[in-house]
T-cell receptor, first 112, second 118 residues
Framework: EAGVAQSPRYKIIEKRQSVAFWCNPI?????LYWYQQILGQGPKLLIQ????????DSQLPKDRFSAERLKGVDSTLKIQPAKLEDSAVYLC??????????FGSGTRLTVV | AQSVTQLGSHVSVSEGALVLLRCNYS??????LFWYVQYPNQGLQLLLK??????LVKGINDFEAEFKKSETSFHLTKPSAHMSDAAEYFC????????????????FGQGTILTVHP
């Protein structure tokens, strides 16, 4: 099966600018996740979707981060405005009931 | 709340030696447990997972892990290290979602960097 696709792979922006990341999960996976991985740490969940509904966004900094999954397939994560501490790898993952839990290659964001 | 502790942020072994990466978890419900490997500038690749079947789980590349409920541990082992095993390894725990049919969020440990010396 094709993997989880993410773009772009790398992004460098200045603080206070906005940025968007895109994710296309594995076909048929109803559950989609966005994780933030800061250098030297394990990934931390930002938001979880079940189809196009939000299941868990308790760790999403909602004053600057937003995410959507309008048609229950691909998803976008946006940061506006970015801060220096948002520099991280943003990982998208998708899962199927009782089956695989697969991560994309991630987008590495550098905020300068 | 769930949590994962990986003992040792860095582990160094010689090629051919036993690899042992330690993971302890806490969870209020029977957990699902995972080990992932991450190579530089890449995403997370699943090595193995425990989903309440056999307590000894075999994964890819000769890795295996044993679920010990009494010790709340899920340590990862490999009998003989290869140079290609050098990477960062993450242990993670997940609740089962409502209905028991899917995974919830993964809570990760801080990671263990494995170095393999010739």
């Amino acid at each position: 099966e094709a993997g989880v696709a993410q773009s772009p792979r790398y992004k460098i922006i200045e603080k206070r600018q906005s940025v968007a990341f895109w994710c296309n999960p594995i076909s048929g996976h109803a559950t989609l996740y966005w994780y933030q991985q800061i250098l030297g740490q394990g990934p931390k969940l930002l938001i979880q979707f079940q189809n196009n509904g939000v299941v868990d966004d308790s760790q999403l900094p909602k004053d600057r981060f937003s995410a959507e999954r309008l048609k229950g397939v691909d998803s976008t994560l946006k940061i506006q405005p970015a801060k220096l501490e948002d520099s991280a790898v943003y990982l998208c993952a998708s899962s199927s009931p009782g089956g695989s839990y697969t991560f994309g290659s991630g987008t590495r964001l550098t905020v300068v | 709340a769930q949590s994962v502790t990986q003992l040792g942020s860095h582990v160094s072994v010689s090629e051919g030696a036993l690899v042992l990466l330690r993971c302890n978890y806490s969870s209020s419900v029977p957990p699902y447990l995972f080990w992932y490997v991450q190579y530089p500038n890449q995403g997370l690749q699943l090595l193995l997972k425990y989903t309440s079947a056999a307590t000894l789980v075999k994964g890819i590349n000769d890795f295996e892990a044993e679920f010990k409920k009494s010790e709340t541990s899920f340590h990862l082992t490999k009998p003989s290290a290869h140079m290609s095993d050098a990477a960062e390894y993450f242990c993670a725990v997940s609740d089962v979602m409502a209905g028991g049919t899917s995974y919830g969020k993964l809570t990760f440990g801080q990671g263990t960097i494995l170095t393999v010396h010739p």
